[in-house]
């Protein structure tokens, strides 16, 4: 099993910064990758970004270039840099592990608003 918990949500103004923070604990020596997801009112859970254990990183498009996804391993810690902040960006933020052959774990999520 991996637990996970995200903090570091918040209010912020547009064009403002926040970082999200994914502390990992459990079986994590063999998680394969971590994510960030996010979900709106009224709409599905979209994935925004990925790392690998390689440490390649992906992004969706809508936040090519204005979000940053990083992992710590010594600290067991994913993160999710954000800039340029837009009120499109207000959902709340789920961190998600997967581990090839055994499963797929979720945080309990962190809200972030970004007013206009």
């Known amino acids: 099993q991996v637990q996970l918990v995200e903090s570091g949500g918040g209010l912020v103004q547009a064009g403002g910064s926040l970082r999200l923070s994914c502390a990992a604990s459990g079986s994590i020596f063999s998680i394969n990758v971590m994510a960030w997801f996010r979900q709106a009112p009224g709409k599905q859970r979209e994935w925004v970004a990925h790392i690998t254990n390689s440490g390649s990183t992906y992004y969706a498009d809508s936040v090519k270039g204005r979000f940053t996804i990083s992992a710590d391993n010594a600290k067991n810690t994913a993160y999710l840099q954000m800039n340029s902040l837009k009120p499109e960006d207000t959902a709340v933020y789920y961190c998600?592990?997967?581990?090839?052959?055994?499963?797929?774990?979720w945080g309990q999520g962190t809200q972030v608003t970004v007013s206009s």
């Open positions: 998600n592990a997967e581990r090839y052959g055994f499963g797929t774990y």
